[in-house]
C-alpha cells in the first residue's frame, strides 16, 4: 500500500516483535524508570513499591507506535515493569500510601 508520497507502509510485525521492541523503547527511555514487580504490592487500583511506600496506578492512553515505539509521553517521567514479555506502564500517584491510609482513618 502506497502511503504519504512515494512511501510505502512498513509491514506489520508480529506480535513478539512489537513486545520486544517496546522493551526495548522503554528501557532506552532515560525519562522512563523500570520497577522490579516483585516489591509492588496491588491495594486495590493501586501498587505500593515496597521499600519506599510510593503508591502507583495504570497509566491511560496510548503511548506505543504500530512498530512498538514510543509515539507519546517520551520526555514524561513514567514507570513501567516488565511481565511476561509485556511493558505495564505505571503512574505515580501523588502521595504515598502511608499519606492515603492516614487520610482514611482521619475521614471516619
Do not use: C
Not at 515496597?50 to 509515539?71: H, R, S, Y
Amino acid at each position: 500500500m502506497i502511503g504519504r508520497i512515494g512511501r510505502s507502509d512498513p509491514e506489520p510485525l508480529e506480535a513478539d516483535n512489537v513486545r520486544e521492541q517496546r522493551i526495548r523503547s522503554a528501557r532506552a527511555n532515560r525519562y522512563w524508570t523500570e520497577l522490579d514487580p516483585s516489591t509492588l504490592i496491588p491495594r486495590g487500583r493501586l501498587l505500593v513499591r515496597e521499600e519506599t511506600d510510593e503508591a502507583f496506578t495504570a497509566k491511560m492512553g496510548a503511548v506505543w507506535n504500530p512498530l512498538g515505539g514510543i509515539a507519546f509521553s517520551d520526555t514524561s517521567p513514567v514507570y513501567f515493569t516488565v511481565e511476561d514479555g509485556h511493558v505495564r506502564l505505571l503512574e505515580k500517584y501523588p502521595r504515598t500510601w502511608s499519606e492515603i491510609t492516614y487520610a482514611q482513618r482521619g475521614a471516619q
